[in-house]
């Protein structure tokens, strides 16, 4: 569905994209990954047509973005992290609104509305709904072009549990609709909820992408944690400590760890091969702690 | 498209309240305020002054002078010689000895220049009495001489053509205080266009608009569609208010003298102009309270400059030339035009292209700037 190859974005000497090349693959819910300032929203601004980039290519649905912006653009849809839509109009003079200007169809129309629960909305003034229910409307804008890809650059922002895990229901939806989505979260549980393929981005390149079956299997990596009781011994000995019980080690070093909390009498609860969780995984990866 | 985009911005114009306080109530109560508390000073009818008149001579032309005083609006005779601003004497052997003097004392307070109107004036009435006596006299003798000399008219008004530079007439209170607060008003848009324009860029609202293939172009226009239906209600609404609720307050109401095509045009350039410099405001401005802030500021200087707040024929000519620089300034030059001379649609044209210029230019610079925004993400 879109296959970016070796795209680079600079914003002055700061390279917000290098050489960055990733699939994705038609109906699949694609997550991006990627601390703040690691390059998502640069890419999805490019992907939209919003913005223009310096080298390589992007093609979407088989249409180049250099030459075909606006015929992508008509395909194609974002869910913007800041709600966009008009606080002093209705939910329905909203819908109704961004339906004309898209020529949006009656049955698309409909759609957005049931999908995204509006119905008992639509007298209401925006600025009047939860911040849930605003979230709702800002995504359902998004559907009434009937788009081939949607983006949703963190969608979840700000919204209760409750809300949060109906807007991951409705995302899923879109999937049985034949939608390719791309999603960004901070959040690593609701990738790992909605998610087939997942890339990792990081200073504008990208480190990994892989299905998230793959990236959490023991395959993807030789770290090792070891989980053991508490002792204030564990302190003083030369191990990577990734909380007061976590030793982090690989293979090769296992042997040797085994043996120095045995000769400290630390009785080992646990060794985990691998990533336990993606944000793990994440962090292993990128090295950052505030994803 | 531009349909649903010009619906939804009337939509959010009038769901402001204070918006439309701003542009529509606010000049018409300025109009109101304006024109009454100026009228006195428009007016050259009004000149009064209080006098007490002494007649020693009590003869016929002594008595016609003061029957011409008591008619003459311009004088308030009264019998307090104390309170009085002036005092007349009209001395004894006034009528048969042509070299004696009237003689006029004047209180402290007046001014040199109205102790100058009223000799101007008061020498219309002396004179008019010396015709009519001489004429008398020389009935007996020549008919002809008789009726010429009582035919001949001594007021200043028969004595004097007065041209002003450029035909200007100047105006009266009202027909100052419409087009002033008309042209002020109609660019008061500045502020609800900017701050709907800021909220939009904010909100990113304008970027999902661009997502869908929404044109910079599309945008401006759409935009700029609502404003001008809003700034044309204005102008009628104004002009009703000159023309039937400033009469209720005793005041002149407001007289068009010109073709309405000419208003039209005058109305269609100034709105022009107006959503040029709102739209050049919305677009620079990175908040909407900074948007309302210059948007106000720049409204008030150029309404200072030009002829908005201070009548124009009042300024210095150092003044009156910066004035010219205001398109405030070019708007009510033509709307006074119209309504106190003639004005057609042509004779205007040259004030409506240079509101349409400068709306123009501003509006293309407007559009650079946004396309320029939007490709850096807003």
């Known amino acids: 569905m879109v296959k970016i190859s070796n795209l680079t974005k600079t914003y002055g000497d700061k390279k917000a994209l290098d050489n960055l090349s990733l699939e994705i693959k038609k109906g699949s819910v694609f997550g991006l990954l990627g601390v703040n300032g690691a390059g998502k929203t640069t890419l999805l601004s490019i992907l939209n047509g919003l913005i223009d980039f310096d080298e390589g290519s992007v093609a979407v649905d088989g249409l180049s973005l250099r030459d075909e912006k606006r015929a992508i653009k008509s395909r194609s849809s974002i869910i913007p992290q800041h709600l966009a839509f008009y606080e002093n109009l209705s939910v329905k003079e909203n819908l109704d609104f961004f339906a004309s200007i898209q020529n949006a169809t009656k049955q698309d129309y409909e759609k957005a509305i049931k999908v995204n629960s509006l119905e008992l909305l639509l007298p209401q003034k925006a600025s009047t709904l939860s911040g849930g229910q605003k979230r709702r409307l800002n995504i359902a804008i998004g559907l009434l072009n009937n788009p081939k890809i949607i983006y949703f650059d963190e969608p979840t922002v700000g919204v209760d549990p409750k809300s949060r895990n109906e807007i991951l229901d409705s995302i899923k939806e879109y999937k049985k609709f034949g939608i390719t989505v791309v999603y960004t979260s901070h959040y690593m549980n609701e990738i790992e909820k909605i998610c087939d393929e997942v890339a990792i981005i990081s200073n504008g390149k990208l480190i990994e992408q892989d299905t998230l079956e793959n990236l959490l299997s023991n395959r993807v990596s030789d770290k090792i944690t070891v989980e053991v009781m508490p002792r204030d011994v564990l302190q003083t000995l030369s191990l990577e400590l990734l909380e007061p019980t976590l030793i982090r080690t690989d293979a090769i070093k296992l042997f040797e760890t085994i043996e120095l909390l045995n000769a400290n009498d630390v009785p080992i609860k646990q060794i985990r091969y691998g990533s336990t969780n993606l944000e793990k995984h994440f962090l292993d990866l990128t090295g950052e702690s505030d994803a | ?378």
């Open chain 2, 1 to 378: 498209m531009l349909r649903a985009m010009i619906k939804k911005e009337l939509l959010l114009v009038f769901r402001d309240k204070h918006a439309l306080m701003a542009l529509f109530v606010m000049p018409a109560i300025f109009i109101l305020i304006m024109s009454v508390a100026m009228r006195d000073q428009f007016s050259v009818k009004n000149i009064e002054f209080t006098l007490y008149v002494k007649d020693s001579d009590k003869t016929e032309m002594s008595r016609e002078i003061l029957s011409f005083l008591k008619e003459d609006k311009n004088f308030l005779l009264t019998d307090d010689k104390t309170n009085a601003e002036f005092v007349v004497v009209i001395p004894k052997r006034y009528e048969k000895n042509s070299k004696k003097k009237v003689s006029i004392n004047v209180q402290n307070s007046i001014k040199n220049d109205q102790i100058e109107a009223f000799k101007s004036m008061l020498s219309e009435h002396i004179l008019k009495a010396r015709f009519n006596f001489m004429s008398q006299s020389v009935k007996e003798y020549s008919m002809k001489a008789s009726r010429t000399l009582s035919s001949l008219d001594v007021a200043t008004d028969a004595l004097y053509k007065v041209k002003y530079n450029n035909s200007k007439v100047l105006p009266n209170a009202t027909q100052q205080s419409v087009p002033a607060w008309i042209v002020f008003g109609m660019f008061f848009i500045i502020i609800p266009m900017s701050t709907i324009y800021v909220n939009e860029r904010k909100q990113n609202t304008l970027t999902r608009l661009n997502s869908m293939n929404v044109s910079v172009l599309a945008m401006t226009f759409s935009k700029s569609v609502p404003y001008f239906l809003i700034n044309q209600v204005q102008v009628w609404i104004m002009i009703a208010v000159g023309v039937y609720l400033v009469p209720f307050f005793d005041t002149p109401a407001l007289s068009i003298n010109g073709s309405v095509f000419a208003i039209f045009e005058i109305a269609t350039g100034l709105s022009i102009a107006a959503i040029g410099l709102s739209t050049l405001i919305a677009v620079s401005a990175s908040s909407s309270e900074q948007a309302t802030t210059i948007g106000g500021i720049s409204n008030i200087l150029l309404g200072a400059i030009g002829g908005v707040m201070v009548p124009k024929f009042i300024m210095p000519e150092s003044m009156q030339k910066l004035a010219e620089l205001s398109p405030m300034s070019w708007g009510l030059d033509g709307f006074l035009d119209i309504f106190l001379t003639a004005a057609t649609a042509t004779s205007v044209f040259e004030d409506f292209a240079k509101l349409l210029t400068f709306g123009l230019v501003a509006l293309i610079i407007s559009m650079i700037i946004l396309q320029i925004r939007i490709k850096k993400g807003l």
